[in-house]
């Protein structure tokens, strides 16, 4: 890929966030668009070597729309100004009442990439699910947090959703209380894009989602739930 016109794009595209100059300059979007799915194609593709249930996802349904949702949006600017896409199995970016973890990346106009995977403000049933997981599966929680390739990565889970005091009904004493609180179990990590080597891109992002693995399969081992109606 491209990945400094990707950026140049992406760069005149927060300073022109409107609907006229996006217009105008949609033949170079759709060309940057097409190269993007050929990155997503060959990053499933590698990550199936890996995670056999990504194996058959459908590319074009992995790749967010550059177009926002704007409808209760203070913000009123039409685009985002980064590309992006989400790989889960069942073509699902968004966890259902199943529950799953989300492969993620995105590209920045500044030139950052960001990469990670996890579940990122899943529904409330789903996230009591979880919270209930990581106490009843204590040990195997912990083992995943210590995993050599997440922590060598990533460090921690990310603590940037967290609520203030533990949720109804856990143990303020609970030796995991902090990761009780959390509103999302992801991981991610932000790095400079080569761009002088845009073919390291996807070896880069299919070794680093790798990292997360044991993330995603500890994720996958969360009990089903039904969501309960109304």
Not at 90 to 99: D, E, F, I, Q, Y
Request: hydrophobic share 40%.
């Amino acid at each position: 890929m491209h990945l400094r016109d990707l950026t140049q794009f992406l760069s005149e595209l927060s300073e022109n966030n409107n609907r006229p100059w996006f217009i105008m300059n949609k033949p170079r979007y759709d060309i940057l668009r097409a190269e993007f799915l050929e990155v997503v194609t060959e990053l499933i593709k590698e990550l199936g070597t890996f995670d056999k249930g990504v194996a058959g996802c459908d590319p074009k349904k992995a790749m967010f729309r550059i177009h926002r949702d704007v409808r209760f949006a203070k913000d009123k600017r039409p685009y985002k100004t980064h590309f992006s896409a989400g790989i889960a199995p069942l073509n699902k970016r968004r966890p259902s009442a199943a529950g799953g973890p989300t492969y993620y990346f995105h590209i920045e106009a500044d030139g950052k990439l960001l990469f990670g995977a996890g579940e990122y403000l899943p529904p409330s049933h789903r996230l009591k699910a979880i919270r209930e997981h990581v106490v009843n599966d204590a040990t195997g929680f912990q083992k995943m947090l210590k995993n050599k390739h997440l922590r060598a990565t990533y460090g921690d889970l990310q603590f940037e959703d967290t609520l203030q005091r533990p949720p109804k009904g856990v143990d303020p004493d609970h030796p995991l209380v902090e990761y009780l609180k959390l509103k999302s179990y992801f991981v991610w990590v932000e790095v400079p894009l080569l761009l002088n080597n845009p073919e390291l891109l996807v070896p880069q992002l299919a070794s680093g989602m790798k990292d997360a693995f044991a993330l995603v399969t500890w994720l996958r081992g969360v009990p089903e739930v039904v969501q309960e109606e109304d």
